[in-house]
């Protein structure tokens, strides 16, 4: 997964400066610790293409330059990054 993360240059740098296994370990032991569980989205989930509102999925989305956008279907505005975040909070909470 990390490899193919490190094809994107513009994510390269920043994803090699960052021990990922070390980072879920942690998260995995503090998680325990209080009682608590973690729920993985598939690494494939369209997160910042879906509007968190209806449910559209736009494929204009996927360049990573596209920071925000406007959802044809319900006209809801969406930063990009708090898209994603809600759609997994989404996902998580429908894991329960």
Request: charged share 25%.
């Amino acid at each position: 997964k990390v490899d193919n993360m490190l094809k994107n240059h513009n994510l390269a740098q920043s994803i090699s400066d960052v021990s990922w296994s070390k980072f879920t370990t942690q998260l995995e032991y503090k998680a325990e610790w209080y009682g608590k569980v973690i729920k993985k989205v598939d690494t494939f989930y369209a997160s910042s293409q879906i509007c968190h509102c209806c449910g559209y999925k736009n494929e204009g989305t996927k360049d990573l330059n596209v920071r925000e956008w406007t959802c044809p279907k319900c006209h809801s505005n969406h930063d990009r990054d708090v898209n994603a975040s809600i759609n997994i909070l989404m996902q998580g909470i429908i894991a329960n």
